[in-house]
């Protein structure tokens, strides 16, 4: 029996146990102040095939159980988080929620050539400067063009 997948527009608060297939569009270490060679988290944004994104942090004691399980780019079925509000100082994702992992969160690569890999969403640069209120999170990973001999 298939176990149903959620959409990243589907979670809230009220589950731990929502059941994902979503592809790792950006990945990095927080390194730990005092000690920059132990990471004090790896921080994750995550995509459903609809383009769909949200945080997710894998935090400093459980690291140790997917620092070799997760790549940048692969696709993953996730499940078993805890679900926290997305109030990060830098917010990298529009969604008002982050997944947050813990040793129970369960993850497998996952091979599915019909998965999207549409993991850029390009701005002419034009459309970046001249806004007043930009939204920080648009410009998170974003890739611009700039039209040759432009002025500057």
Same mark, same amino acid.
């Given at each position: 029996m298939a176990t149903q997948l959620h959409d990243i527009k589907q979670i809230s608060g009220n589950l731990m146990q929502w059941n994902l297939k979503v592809r790792v569009v950006r990945m990095w270490v927080i390194p730990d102040q005092f000690k920059p060679e132990i990471p004090l988290s790896i921080e994750l944004v995550l995509q459903d095939s609809?383009?769909?994104r949200i945080h997710a942090s894998i935090g400093k004691y459980v690291v140790k159980f997917f620092r070799n399980k997760i790549h940048e780019l692969r696709l993953y079925r996730m499940r078993y *988080? $805890?679900?926290?509000?997305?109030n990060l100082k830098l917010r990298t994702t529009t969604h008002n929620l982050r997944l947050i992992f813990t040793q129970k969160t369960f993850i497998e690569e996952t091979p599915d050539p019909s998965f999207h890999m549409n993991i850029f969403n390009l701005r002419p640069f034009d459309q970046l400067t001249n806004q007043h209120d930009v939204d920080e999170t648009k410009l998170f990973g974003n890739?611009? *063009? $700039?039209?040759v001999g432009a002025p500057i």
């Amino acid at each position: 029996m298939a176990t149903q997948l959620h959409d990243i527009k589907q979670i809230s608060g009220n589950l731990m146990q929502w059941n994902l297939k979503v592809r790792v569009v950006r990945m990095w270490v927080i390194p730990d102040q005092f000690k920059p060679e132990i990471p004090l988290s790896i921080e994750l944004v995550l995509q459903d095939s609809k383009g769909d994104r949200i945080h997710a942090s894998i935090g400093k004691y459980v690291v140790k159980f997917f620092r070799n399980k997760i790549h940048e780019l692969r696709l993953y079925r996730m499940r078993y *988080f $805890v679900v926290g509000p997305n109030n990060l100082k830098l917010r990298t994702t529009t969604h008002n929620l982050r997944l947050i992992f813990t040793q129970k969160t369960f993850i497998e690569e996952t091979p599915d050539p019909s998965f999207h890999m549409n993991i850029f969403n390009l701005r002419p640069f034009d459309q970046l400067t001249n806004q007043h209120d930009v939204d920080e999170t648009k410009l998170f990973g974003n890739s611009s *063009f $700039v039209q040759v001999g432009a002025p500057i």
